[in-house]
């Protein structure tokens, strides 16, 4: 609720309804989760949570990263595998979820991934909310930035050689632990970005490819371009 760029975000409006609750219902709608649960270290989320009916776990408000707080919220669940998904990405499709998941299911040495879509256009390449990755031949992520990277020269940025990170990540349960156990390096404390601390640390993280045009909500200007294209969208069965 205290986001520097966006206060109270969460719980702002979108369609009518808290845009956290748009983000839970089309996470909830993915098959393959047994159990979406929303963690927070804020009671305003709670009481939100209950009124749209889903379930919340308060967790330490002294947590910088998503990641660190999911690991504390399913501490004691019984999970293989958690799929983190960023409060902040009312257009995610249970599709993508499915797509995310795929390559844990496949790999059992495989302990995180991380959707990656194309950038579409330049603004957002220079945008430093958009966390930008570059891919290795492998499909591994080589690095996260919030700067324009790679280099875009001499070419169109349109091109689907410039990626963004979308927040749908899930976790092998034991990488999720370590994650949390592991020290924060000055790269990703320089960056402001989760998957930085297993890169700093020779962890693979294996990138997802997705071409659903999404884009996540950082700030109100962010919300009222969200709203345009679920204008354009069909109605949600919830709706």
């Not at 495989?110 to 909310?129: K, M, Q, T, Y």
């Not at 370590?178 to 962890?203: H, K, T, V, W, Y």
Request: with cysteine.
């Amino acid at each position: 609720m205290a986001a520097s760029r966006f206060p109270g975000k969460p719980l702002a409006l979108l369609q009518g309804r808290p845009m956290l609750e748009h983000v839970f219902r089309r996470t909830a709608a993915c098959r393959l989760l047994d159990e979406v649960v929303i963690a927070t270290c804020d009671e305003e989320i709670v009481c939100a949570a209950q009124r749209f009916g889903a379930r919340a776990v308060m967790t330490s408000s002294s947590h910088e990263r998503a990641s660190d707080r999911v690991a504390e919220a399913v501490e004691t669940a019984p999970a293989d595998i958690v799929v983190m998904v960023q409060g902040d990405e009312p257009m995610i499709q249970p599709s993508m979820i499915e797509a995310a998941v795929a390559p844990l299911v496949e790999d059992p040495s495989l302990g995180c991934a991380n959707l990656a879509a194309p950038i579409r256009s330049p603004r957002e390449f220079a945008d430093p909310n958009t966390i930008k990755v570059v891919r290795g031949l492998d499909g591994r992520a080589l690095y996260f930035s919030r700067a324009p990277i790679p280099a875009a020269t001499g070419a169109a940025v349109s091109s689907a050689h410039w990626l963004k990170q979308v927040c749908v990540i899930p976790f092998r349960r034991d990488a999720l632990r370590r994650f949390a156990e592991l020290p924060r390096g000055p790269l990703e404390q320089s960056e402001s970005i989760d998957m930085l601390r297993f890169l700093e640390n020779g962890i693979r993280v294996q990138l997802v490819p997705t071409t659903v045009d999404t884009h996540a909500v950082d700030t109100p200007d962010d919300l009222a371009r969200v709203a345009a294209m679920m204008a354009n969208q069909p109605g949600e069965s919830w709706a």
